[in-house]
């Protein structure tokens, strides 16, 4: 079903890091942005469809007053609202939101650092766009913050603070659809596999909580109200996300689950874990029950890699790519 291209090589191999690979399909200039963190380092590569260019750029954790930071980044992902396209950068000391092509820094939101040392750690993990302005990050307090952001410029404001878990964010996402109908359009993930669905606007609201089993939910997706949960455990669950109601539990991989994806127009679920295997996974909705089937279609083993990021390219899901620990290198893969 999918066949291995050329690879993307990249500045500096992967982290360990949940959900880790960005990626932003410029279509009217035919190009393909990708992230992959490295430490403190974001490295970016642009490339052209036609598979002859590629620009490398790399962005360096910022901090105010220090010429160089050595906060560990957390996470890098695109956000792509109805007026522009950014990319948020989150580590150890902060929020950065840049524009989408990583050369110029828009906003620097500090996170809130205890004044006495603590056992627990500070970040922010967890990042997606909502709605029609709305950027909302986690953080390790298990806050989740809402960025309002204008259609230009760098006068984006922190307009709200929602308060749902107790354990650090692991991942937020927002519904992919596209569809209106949808009641909820925001669902987010913890530490302790808890997870809750909102409803964005001027006042955010929670809808439910769907509770967790003391495992990481490390990747969620939102898909036609159906929320897509992957765990510590490796499997991969179903729920209806406004009732909480389980629709089908996967034992997808035999390790961490690191990232869930899903191809929005086609219905195709790509999921990634430590056990070296990404796979691809058709999900469709009955119409006479409103139940979700789930039907596996492709395996690709990486051999000896500890997968840390996969996603598809473009929304049906013709394309995917795939990072690795230690790896300095995207993996390509195209439908034969």
């Known amino acids: 079903m999918y066949h291995k291209e050329k690879s993307i090589q990249i500045k500096n191999s992967a982290s360990a890091l949940y959900n880790n690979l960005g990626v932003l399909r410029i279509a009217p200039r035919s190009l393909t942005y990708f992230t992959v963190v490295h430490a403190n380092v974001v490295n970016m590569v642009s ?3 036609d598979g002859l260019n590629y620009s490398h750029r790399q962005l ?59 056992d627990q750690a500070v970040f922010a993990r967890g990042i997606s ?62 530490d302790g596999g808890n997870l809750c669905v909102w409803k964005s606007g001027e006042e955010f609201q929670r809808f439910n909580n769907i509770p967790g089993f003391d495992i990481s939910c490390t990747s969620v997706k939102l898909w036609k109200g159906t929320a897509v949960a992957g ?43 430590e056990d070296s295997l990404v796979r691809v996974w058709h999900l469709s909705i009955k119409p006479e029950s409103l139940s979700v089937e789930v039907a596996h279609l492709h395996n690709e083993c990486v051999t000896d890699t500890q997968i840390c990021g996969a996603k598809f390219c473009d929304g049906d899901g013709h394309a995917f790519a795939v990072t690795g620990y230690d790896l300095s290198e995207i993996i390509r893969y195209t439908q034969s």
């Open 129 to 190: 766009a909502v709605g029609k302005s709305y950027i909302c990050v986690g953080d390790s307090s298990g806050s989740i913050l809402v960025f309002d952001v204008p259609s230009k410029g760098s006068n984006i404001t922190l307009s709200d603070v929602l308060k749902g878990h107790k354990k650090s964010i692991t991942d937020i996402a927002s519904e992919c659809s596209g569809s209106q109908d949808c009641i909820a359009d925001l669902i987010s993930a913890d």
């Open 47 to 49: 490339a052209s469809w």
């Open 231 to 273: 765990y510590g455990t490796g499997q991969i669950r179903l729920y209806e996300a406004v009732t909480g109601i389980l629709h089908a539990e996967v034992n997808a991989h035999a390790r961490w689950i690191y990232s869930l994806d899903i191809a929005p127009f086609s219905g195709l679920l790509l999921s990634a874990a």
């Open 60 to 118: 360096q954790s910022k901090e105010p007053n220090v010429a160089t930071s050595t906060s560990l980044i957390m996470q890098a992902a695109f956000c792509a609202l109805p007026s522009r396209d950014l990319l948020v950068v989150t580590s150890q000391k902060g929020i950065q939101i840049y524009e989408s092509d990583g050369s110029t820094m828009v906003y620097w939101h500090a996170l809130d650092t205890p004044d006495t040392p603590t």
